[in-house]
């Protein structure tokens, strides 16, 4: 009897927690299925789903008038998925015929196990579509986009390029990164257990949203224009590099910056035949120098065209007037040094405006030396030169300048005709702008509209501005000397019969003196009582004759003889000739 009662027992209690075992299996299987189930759902999906990824065209580059720089091309992704691949010798050898490639390359990412793995990138869409026309088992082939560049070089070095995964790597194109890029979309289809794909199973797409159009200042016509100018100068003068840049002076639209050689948009990683690497290293910083763009990347020192910002603060100063009178014998003596005018004989008893036609370097010495060196570095600073144009393209370049300390008598001295110290450019050309434009500092900008697909208008960017640069009367002023530079004096060279042009020459010799090389230079803005267009001109390193005035002021004359007219800025007709009409 007590053993029937204990086995019974031990039933009992075998039975009771075989039930409460049980009741918690189906409480934590309800809790499961009835509160947890959207959690498992979705991981279950997860399991059988496979993502691939639908790329979003990146929005175009367009100029000012509408004419497209930077546009998009259909391009094709191959990539196996391993699990699905029925007859692999087939894939492999049908994928290293089309793709060009190597068997054992295209070997080992078909045998590799993995969800998927892309074989190639970038392939033509016509190779793309006769590889889908195999309809091989495991071999998948996604449209995507690459960069194109219709005008291959122009403006390579303000438009950028993009990477392989689309991406902005220098100028504009990584500049306004977020305008252009968009929003990629996403394909996702079921699988078995295995990996293979369900036949009749909808697929689920998010649909790729397309980069905004980004419109820009500068106007293709003259950037073509001013880019076979520069080349021309370039090959008659055997240069190293020539950069042309224009300017709308009274708000800071950039309508064109050449830096030639320039490179091949559409193949950016290829070095010019001419030039080889000795290693990967070495190449990548061949293609960095190759890439640069030298209106804002790199500093130089001005010469005589930074007579104009001397001229400027010294007027605003006090210390000159149009009719103090100099005495130039060819040379001046600063403390112990022996500084010369670029005429050895000098130019005599001149006045300031003499001065200045004539580029006499004792003239500018004298008049900062009166300025002195405390008040010349204030100017510096009021003018914007010792910060940055904040233009619109990465890596711009600061200026080189001596701390307000380190500037004694020698250095003043050299300073004031554009010597011992170094600046961009695009920061020389937006400064003489502020002087000439009523006094007031621009920003030198691409950037003008950011456009939907439709070509409707999302946003107009602005710039900023600042006035009181120098007063409007100084400003005058200097319209006034440098209109009379180029019809009287250096720069007659840039002179166009009907217009009324000012600028200023400068030939500048480059770092060290002992090898002699020069840069000749020209700035020059039209027309001259009312600025609507500022050039420059830079060229290095030319062989023979390197003055700015005889071979940089011709450049600027060829362009504006083009340029002027195209941007409605009419001549205008003397008595004479009106008589003639």
Request: glycine share 8%; aromatic share 8%; hydrophobic share 35%.
């Amino acid at each position: 009897m007590k053993n029937k009662t204990y086995n019974k027992k031990k039933i009992l209690v075998v039975f009771s927690a075989a039930c409460i075992l049980i009741m918690g299996l189906a409480a934590r299987l309800v809790y499961l299925m009835v509160f947890d189930a959207e959690y498992y759902q979705k991981k279950a999906e997860a399991l059988h789903e496979r993502e691939r990824e639908i790329k979003a065209a990146r929005g175009e580059i367009v100029d000012r008038n509408g004419t497209v720089l930077a546009t998009n091309k259909t391009v094709c992704t191959i990539s196996v998925i391993h699990s699905q691949i029925k007859d692999p010798e087939k894939v492999i050898e049908i994928l290293a015929r089309e793709l060009e490639l190597e068997e054992g390359e295209v070997r080992k990412r078909v045998e590799k196990v993995s969800s998927m793995e892309k074989v190639k990138t970038n392939v033509e869409k016509s190779v793309g579509d006769r590889i889908r026309a195999y309809d091989l088992a495991g071999v998948k082939v996604d449209e995507d986009y690459r960069r194109y560049y219709p005008y291959d070089e122009i403006a390579s070095k303000v438009l950028g390029f993009t990477g392989g995964d689309n991406q902005g790597i220098i100028g504009l194109e990584v500049k306004y990164e977020d305008v252009l890029k968009g929003t990629n979309g996403t394909i996702l289809t079921m699988t078995d257990a295995r990996g293979i794909e369900l036949e009749g199973m909808a697929e689920d797409r998010i649909e790729p949203v397309a980069g905004n159009t980004l419109k820009i200042t500068m106007d293709y016509n003259i950037q073509s224009f001013c880019e076979q100018a520069a080349w021309k100068v370039m090959e008659e003068k055997q240069a190293d590099a020539v950069s042309v840049m224009l300017m709308n002076p009274q708000n800071g639209e950039i309508l064109a910056m050449v830096n030639v050689p320039e490179f091949h948009l559409n193949d950016p990683f290829t070095l010019p035949e001419d030039v080889n690497a000795a290693n990967e290293e070495e190449k990548q910083d061949l293609l960095n120098q190759m890439w640069r763009n030298g209106c804002i990347n790199d500093t130089y020192e001005p010469g005589s065209t930074f007579k104009i910002i001397t001229s400027a603060a010294c007027l605003e100063e006090g210390v000159v007037t149009l009719n103090d009178t100099f005495s130039c014998p060819g040379y001046k003596i600063v403390e112990d040094r022996k500084i010369r005018c670029h005429k050895v004989g000098g130019h005599g008893t001149e006045t300031f405006v003499q001065g200045i036609q004539n580029s006499c370097n004792p003239v500018f010495m004298e008049i900062g030396l009166r300025l002195g060196a405390d008040r010349f570095y204030d100017y510096f600073s009021q003018f914007g030169l010792l910060g940055m144009t904040n233009v619109d393209l990465p890596g711009e370049a600061g200026t080189i300048m001596h701390k307000r300390e380190d500037i004694g008598t020698v250095e003043l001295a050299t300073m004031t005709f554009g010597q011992s110290f170094q600046i961009t450019p695009i920061q020389m050309l937006t400064t003489v702008s502020s002087m000439i434009n009523g006094g007031r500092r621009v920003t030198p900008h691409f950037g003008m509209e950011v456009l939907n697909g439709d070509g409707e208008v999302l946003e107009r960017l602005s710039w900023e501005e600042k006035s009181g640069i120098v007063s409007e009367e100084t400003s005058a002023t200097m319209r006034g000397l440098l209109e009379s530079v180029v019809a009287e004096g250096s720069g007659s060279n840039a002179y166009i019969e009907g217009y009324r042009i000012g600028g200023k020459t400068a030939t500048s010799q480059t770092l060290p003196r002992s090898a002699n090389r020069y840069i000749a230079s020209f700035i020059g803005f039209a027309p001259a009582d009312d600025p609507q267009v500022i050039g420059m001109v830079v060229i290095h390193d030319p062989q023979g004759i390197y003055y700015g005035g005889t071979i940089a002021a011709p450049v600027l004359r060829s362009i504006y003889d083009n340029v002027l007219p195209y941007l409605g800025i009419e001549r205008e007709l003397d008595a004479s000739q009106l008589e003639k009409e």
